[in-house]
């Protein structure tokens, strides 16, 4: 993937976009971990597409494209959501972590709605994306040993329950 990144650094549009295209479910399962709504979804994942089309030539390390692309992303999702807070009462808010419709993951998704608030992008990037808990700690600006707490807590949460069915 550096090879692409290089190329899209240097303005070769169809690699781009091939980087996109190679992290379109990453956007998407990441995005669905914030919003229910596929309009809220699809404008933040339009948002991030710009935005690092804009900024591909700030990234310094082109190994680090995936976390720098998903990072951009939860900067717009954070964005948006704090933008519906203020647009409307916190009753109108759409419940976040939601609908994952059109995907295969539904089941993971509904056990990310019993964790707490806090644990669930850990989870989400950790086991349904493979990020480590170091690159977790960067985009989510945080301590590895934090990540790492979360998600053992989480785990107990998640036997604990798993268990009781």
């Known amino acids: 993937m550096g090879i692409l990144v290089k190329k899209a650094q240097q303005g070769d549009a169809d690699a781009f976009i091939e980087l996109?295209?190679?992290n379109k479910m990453t956007l998407q399962k990441v995005a669905y971990g914030y919003f229910r709504g596929e309009e809220d979804v699809a404008d933040v994942i339009q948002d991030t597409i710009l935005d690092a089309f804009e900024h591909i030539?700030?990234?310094?390390?082109?190994?680090?494209?995936?976390?720098?692309?998903v990072r951009i992303l939860m900067n717009n999702c954070?964005?948006?959501?704090?933008?519906?807070?203020?647009?409307?009462?916190?009753?109108?808010?759409?419940?976040?972590?939601?609908?994952?419709?059109?995907?295969?993951?539904?089941?993971?998704h509904e056990l990310l709605r019993s964790l707490p608030e806090d644990s669930r992008m850990i989870f989400l990037l950790y086991y349904?994306?493979?990020?480590?808990t170091r690159e977790i700690g960067q985009m989510l600006n945080m301590k590895e040993a934090t990540v790492k707490?979360?998600?053992?807590?989480?785990?107990?949460?998640?036997r604990v329950e798993i268990q009781a069915v």
């Not at 030539?57 to 692309?69: A, G, H, I, Q, S």
């Not at 707490?149 to 998640?158: A, D, Q, T």
Request: charged fraction near 35%; charge should be positive.
């Open 78 to 108: 954070n964005r948006l959501y704090n933008q519906n807070k203020k647009n409307c009462g916190l009753e109108e808010m759409p419940e976040t972590a939601g609908d994952v419709s059109g995907t295969a993951d539904v089941e993971f």
């Open 149 to 158: 707490s979360r998600l053992h807590r989480g785990k107990k949460k998640l």
């Open 20 to 22: 996109i295209e190679r």
């Open 57 to 69: 030539r700030e990234l310094k390390k082109p190994e680090y494209f995936r976390t720098w692309l």
């Open 128 to 132: 349904g994306e493979q990020f480590t």
